[in-house]
Structures are given as structure tokens and as C-alpha cells.
């Protein structure tokens, strides 16, 4: 159960990691409306 827990972990973690990427490379505002968006749930990955 843990190394299942553990490999979903690491993939929503990757995953994320992936999208603040892609908001880093566009524009400011895009970054500013994603993080307005998503909120405080954005910033606990």
C-alpha cells in the first residue's frame, strides 16, 4: 500500500512540477489568473 501511495505521490508531484513550469515560461498575468484561480491549493504542492 505504501509504495502505491508513495508512486502516486510522486506523480501528482511531478505533474505539478510540470505546470508551474509551464506557467513560469508564459506570461505574468497568465501566472498571477492561475495562481488567483487556484489559490492557497497551488501553493501546498
Known amino acids: 500500500m505504501e509504495a502505491i501511495s508513495y508512486q502516486k ?8 512540477d510540470q505546470i ?12 498571477n489568473g492561475l495562481n488567483n484561480i487556484i489559490g492557497s491549493d497551488w501553493k501546498t504542492y
Do not use: E, P
Open 20 to 31: 508551474k513550469t509551464k506557467v513560469k515560461h508564459s506570461d505574468s498575468f497568465m501566472s
Open 9 to 16: 505521490y510522486s506523480y501528482n508531484k511531478a505533474r505539478c
